[in-house]
């Protein structure tokens, strides 16, 4: 037996899995987009004439048509339902879990209550609008029922949704969801989830024997006496617009329709549906420009621009942000839809913000450069977008820092299970100057148990996308690793529970923290970030340092002298499939043309598999970032193996 991943990168690539298939196939966090064959289907499977019917109509007679192809659905129980969320909701990467729709936070599929660590049904139409309960069709339909952390759904209650003033903070974390008297803002990812959800319910029922007739309205504040209302509609509809249909909800709605109700949600199959019936609605232009229109920080990359919507009687549903680097503008013209341009190649560039975001951040700008800026508000999409280019338009301009070296990154922590005295913190230079410590004065600095310190100053240069070791001892460091490191300090006694600290201009005291193994002040013993004979090491996409210990950008691995790779991090693997078919080997492997690889693969590489020489063959749980399979590239999974890839 034989399963194939197919993956969405470069031309037609397989890993192949071998049998018979044992343990799933991890993939936490993803370089390349991998999808599995599962239970479900990739790609919308609309099953041929099921919209026959509505081929040629709009509006009313749309909405009608519609309403006839999707009633009478199978209805499930109320507590069939929470069944069945199991399964349409269920996590892809750990399928022993599902995704709260609110925060994308996921949780044990049985963990199910009113708990903080637990989910459960959530109304996206609220049953108060409309009086039906939990009864079915309405109170149980699984087009609208989803998984939720029990307490964001008691804060979410039956509000409207509109942009939100107040980001929700809850008793698990702050949430990307906002939230005002009246109205609940979810997050980006499902905004245009909520919207056709919304719509597909006021076309479901519309009030046939017995059922509700749930319409959307342009207001919110709609249910104060359980009227079967929903707004806000012009807000549903740009989020409509500005979040698309992904794969997830095309294999729900298949999921919802081949296996339990039958019956589809059009407006995921067919989004043009949308403004066919509610799109005629056209809002004026925006009443006023934004105010407090600033560059509120920059760095050698980057711009952040804040603002105030500022609000008139008639609210803008998006900001067209512009940028160059002249501070002369051409405004943008009525009826004609500005795609986000970001490629700053040609100096200029714009991007679509929706309302209530009010800051926007141009990256990858050039060091030490002008930047101009300016913003304009508009209301509808395509044909009838307009934009308020009269009054007095906002501008504002910063320029980039120099690109000043804060690039310096603890790379690795490690304290071998076999040797202690073998210990070393690993630092990498990820950004494109050199660095001489005689010039900046650079310390690592260990905290012992959360509480007491000790500095170690730095010393000799970093050169640019190099690494350098700092060693609890200077011969014993040979003895293991067959090379002496660049600085040798007794307070290099990390045991697991002691962090390591970056500090420019300073020790611990008196200098700036640029980068973070840890926590300050926190005993490391029992924590996400304890390596107690163990190897932790960066995973290669990390080009920059953090002053919070974050816990998808480590790997912390059981492992002794043998497995620790000093003084060698964000290197380039090229398969070469020489020795072996062993990917764990070495020698299988070039970090340059001809040149093999010092160490064995690991999280700290990028690693590309080639055609070349010995397929490749995977015997041994392994943690990569990033991986790249060029043109015919077979990368082999055996069984019982798993390959998390963590990114």
Request: charged share 20%; with cysteine.
């Given at each position: 037996m034989q399963s194939n991943v197919f993956i969405g990168a470069r031309l037609s690539v397989i890993i192949l899995f071998l049998a018979p298939l044992g343990k799933a196939f991890m993939l936490k966090y993803l370089f390349i987009t991998l999808f599995a064959f599962t239970l479900f289907t990739v790609k919308a499977q609309i099953p041929t004439g099921y919209y026959s019917s509505a081929q040629g109509l709009t509006g009313v007679a749309l909405k009608a048509a519609l309403h006839d192809i999707i009633k009478n659905h199978h209805a499930l129980s109320y507590d069939s339902v929470k069944i069945a969320l199991r399964v349409t909701d269920q996590d892809t990467v750990d399928t022993t879990k599902v995704i709260c729709f609110y925060t994308g936070w996921t949780y044990g599929k049985y963990d199910f209550g009113n708990g903080s660590e637990d989910w459960n049904r959530e109304h996206v139409w609220s049953k108060s609008h409309g009086d039906f309960g939990n009864n079915p069709p309405e109170g149980t339909d699984l087009h609208q029922l989803r998984p939720a952390d029990a307490s964001v759904n008691s804060a979410k209650s039956n509000r409207d949704f509109n942009w939100g003033v107040v980001q929700y903070i809850d008793g698990s974390g702050p949430t990307e969801c906002y939230k005002d008297t009246d109205v609940w803002e979810p997050?980006?990812?499902?905004?245009?989830?909520?919207?056709?959800?919304?719509?597909?319910m006021a076309t479901r029922y519309e009030g046939d024997n017995g059922e509700t007739d749930l319409e959307p309205v342009d207001s919110v504040n709609t249910a104060v006496n359980n009227e079967p209302f929903y707004g806000k509609l012009s807000t549903l509809l740009a989020w409509h617009q500005n979040d698309p249909v992904d794969?997830?909800?095309?294999?729900?709605?298949?999921?919802?329709?081949?296996?339990?109700?039958?019956?589809?949600?059009?407006?995921?199959?067919?989004?043009?549906?949308?403004?066919?019936?509610?799109?005629?609605?056209?809002?004026?232009?925006?009443?006023?420009?934004?105010?407090d229109f600033i560059a509120a920080s920059a760095t050698s990359t980057s711009v952040t621009l804040t603002w105030d919507n500022n609000d008139g009687d008639t609210v803008a549903q998006n900001f067209l942000v512009m940028i160059n680097q002249t501070g002369v503008f051409t405004p943008p013209a009525d009826s004609t839809e500005y795609p986000n341009d970001t490629d700053l190649t040609d100096s200029a560039g714009v991007y679509n913000v929706p309302h209530n975001a009010q800051t926007y951040t141009w990256e990858n700008l050039s060091p030490q450069t002008a930047y101009y800026f300016t913003i304009y508000p508009y209301n509808n999409s395509g044909d009838n977008i307009n934009y308020k280019t009269d009054g007095v338009v906002p501008t504002t301009m910063d320029s980039t820092a120099v690109d000043t070296?804060?690039?310096?990154?603890?790379?690795?922590?490690?304290?071998?299970?076999?040797?202690?005295?073998?210990?070393?913190?690993?630092?990498?230079?990820?950004?494109?100057?050199?660095?001489n410590f005689s010039d900046e004065n650079w310390y690592l600095s260990r905290q012992a148990n959360g509480s007491g310190w000790a500095d170690i100053a730095l010393t000799g240069?970093?050169?640019?996308?190099?690494?350098?070791?700092?060693?609890?001892?200077?011969?014993?460091?040979?003895?293991?690793?067959?090379?002496?490191?660049?600085?040798?300090?007794?307070?290099?006694?990390?045991?697991?529970?002691?962090?390591?600290?970056?500090?420019?201009?300073?020790?611990?005291?008196?200098?700036?923290?640029?980068?973070?193994?840890?926590?300050?002040?926190?005993?490391?013993?029992?924590?996400?970030?304890?390596?107690?004979?163990?190897?932790?090491?960066?995973?290669?996409?990390?080009?920059?340092?953090?002053?919070?210990?974050?816990?998808s950008q480590w790997v912390i691995e059981s492992a002794g002298t043998a497995?620790?790779?000093?003084?060698?991090?964000?290197?380039?693997?090229?398969?070469?499939?020489?020795?072996?078919?062993?990917?764990?080997?070495?020698?299988?492997?070039?970090?340059?043309?001809?040149?093999?690889?010092?160490?064995?693969?690991?999280?700290?590489?990028?690693?590309?598999?080639?055609?070349?020489?010995?397929?490749?063959?995977?015997?041994q749980d392994r943690t990569f970032s990033v991986i790249e399979l060029e043109n015919n590239a077979v990368l082999n999974v055996g069984t019982n193996v798993t390959l998390t890839l963590k990114r």
């Open positions: 997050r980006d990812e499902v905004k245009g989830d909520v919207a056709r959800i919304i719509f597909y794969q997830w909800e095309q294999r729900r709605n298949d999921t919802v329709y081949y296996h339990y109700q039958h019956n589809r949600n059009p407006f995921i199959d067919h989004p043009e549906y949308v403004d066919s019936i509610w799109g005629n609605t056209i809002y004026g232009e925006p009443s006023n420009h934004v105010s070296v804060l690039y310096l990154i603890i790379s690795e922590v490690a304290d071998p299970s076999d040797n202690y005295e073998a210990r070393f913190v690993e630092i990498t230079n990820v950004g494109n100057t050199d660095v240069v970093l050169k640019s996308d190099s690494s350098m070791v700092v060693a609890y001892n200077s011969d014993d460091f040979f003895t293991a690793y067959g090379f002496y490191p660049d600085i040798s300090s007794g307070y290099i006694t990390g045991n697991g529970d002691d962090g390591y600290f970056l500090y420019k201009n300073g020790n611990h005291e008196t200098g700036t923290l640029i980068d973070a193994y840890g926590v300050i002040d926190q005993d490391g013993t029992g924590q996400p970030w304890e390596y107690l004979d163990s190897r932790a090491v960066r995973i290669f996409p990390v080009t920059n340092s953090d002053t919070l210990w974050t816990a497995d620790m790779a000093p003084k060698w991090h964000r290197k380039t693997l090229t398969w070469n499939g020489s020795t072996s078919s062993n990917v764990t080997d070495k020698a299988n492997w070039d970090e340059a043309p001809l040149v093999t690889a010092r160490y064995s693969p690991d999280a700290s590489c990028k690693l590309i598999f080639t055609s070349s020489g010995t397929s490749p063959v995977l015997n």
